[in-house]
């Protein structure tokens, strides 16, 4: 079992043992861990369900088995009924009540293992021609003696015992699965005279451990504390058993490097403990992966910090939604442009150049220094003076785009 859950991490597992040794392998899957919701055995032994699988320390196993009793059909009831009669038939009385209904008789001469019966061709061949319905459904067997055109059970242990999830036929050798709507549905919300198992951390005084404790002391009556007691009343209340067991890594449980969690989170997570009892914290984390209880005691823990005091407001307050360098990029962009038009001015004849009529006139340049600061920022107001812009007007429309 160690080689198989620590090498192999197979979760489905086939059972081809006898019978004697089906409970004993299934009770040391339980102490391995292998006896999770994730954990799948399928029992091949056609009297599986003469074995006690469904108390204890096994009621959290998942058991497929076969079978080739029919349980509720009107043969296997008779059959059970006779069972319970007092004056049965001595089995040679038996016998030749079943030969005088093949028309055989039965005579005394004695018969040697290397002869040959004379009635031996006769009795295979009526067998082989009688067909009749058993507890296990039709019975036919073939020229070889061979039974055929029979059908296997297959059943699933569930809380209540086993369902019928289908029937293999021999004749097709097929499987037919039953349709869910055709399945039990059990309620799976009742916890009664299930056996849970329920990991611990060990803290006080939520839970603690015993003193002056021997090996032979029962694993449920080891611990003590708080969420013991509660557990006890809860269990008491809800009719339910339970087994507990201390944490192997001894952790609450985190998140690891490899996505996977440690800890109480992982055992919950892996399907090796039903519940975990402690004073775990609720983080979102661990809300994404399992399931809290709504709390039930308050401990007075609380997080202080110093609200933070008003300041007065500041007169550069308007420059904060946008960092320094956009500001600087913007008053270089100003300045540039600023100066770039005042330069252009200077340079362009067009500039002093005015019109009165047909003659040419000097008049004072529109962008001196001053106008062309100015300008630039009537275009951020979006306040353009209306002018006539000449060789200018390409730096203007490069500072607008």
Not at 135 to 164: C, D, M, Q, W
Not at 231 to 254: N, P, R
Not at 313 to 324: G, M
Not at 383 to 389: A, F, H, K, N, S
Request: one cysteine or more.
């Amino acid at each position: 079992l160690d080689d198989i859950k620590n090498n192999l991490d197979q979760l489905n597992i086939v059972l081809h043992t006898e019978l004697a040794l089906l409970r004993p392998f299934l009770l040391q899957a339980v102490k391995h861990g292998m006896c999770t919701p994730q954990h799948q055995y399928i029992v091949t032994h056609f009297d599986a369900l003469t074995v006690d699988l469904l108390e204890g320390e096994l009621s959290n196993c998942n058991v497929t088995a076969l079978s080739l009793v029919r349980a509720h059909s009107p043969d296997t009831l008779l059959l059970l009924s006779s069972l319970r009669r007092e004056n049965l038939s001595l089995s040679n009385s038996s016998l030749d009540r079943a030969l005088r209904g093949l028309e055989l008789e039965l005579r005394n001469d004695a018969a040697t293992c290397e002869s040959r019966s004379q009635f031996g061709n006769r009795l295979i061949n009526r067998l082989t021609r009688k067909t009749f319905n058993g507890s296990t459904g039709p019975i036919a067997l073939n020229s070889n003696g061979k039974r055929v055109n029979y059908s296997v059970i297959v059943l699933h242990r569930n809380k209540k015992g086993f369902e019928k999830l289908g029937e293999w036929h021999s004749a097709t050798e097929e499987l037919a699965l039953l349709k869910p709507s055709e399945k039990e549905s059990p309620n799976d919300d009742t916890l009664e005279n299930r056996t849970l198992r329920i990991a611990v951390y060990v803290e006080q005084p939520f839970v603690m451990l015993k003193e002056n404790l021997n090996d032979s002391v029962d694993e449920n009556d080891r611990y003590t504390g708080y969420c013991i007691e509660l557990l006890e009343k809860i269990a008491e209340l809800q009719k339910f058993k339970y087994i507990l067991h201390e944490v192997k890594d001894k952790t609450y449980g985190s998140k690891m490097s490899n996505g996977k969690w440690n800890g109480l989170v992982g055992e919950l997570m892996s399907g090796e403990a039903d519940i975990a009892v402690t004073s775990l914290t609720i983080s979102y984390s661990r809300s994404e992966v399992i399931d809290f209880t709504v709390p039930y005691m308050h401990l007075g823990i609380s997080i202080l910090y110093k609200k933070p005091a008003a300041s007065e407001p500041n007169f550069f307050a308007f420059l904060a939604p946008l960092s320094s360098d956009v500001w600087y990029s913007t008053l270089a962009a100003y300045l540039l442009t600023s100066l770039s038009l005042w330069l252009l001015g200077l340079i362009t004849p067009y500039e002093r150049v005015g019109l009165v009529g047909k003659d040419a006139i000097i008049v004072p340049k529109q962008f001196n220094l001053s106008n062309s600061f100015w300008f630039i920022i009537s275009s951020l107001m979006q306040q353009v003076r209306p002018c006539i812009i000449t060789n200018e007007r390409c730096i203007f429309l490069i500072y607008i785009v």
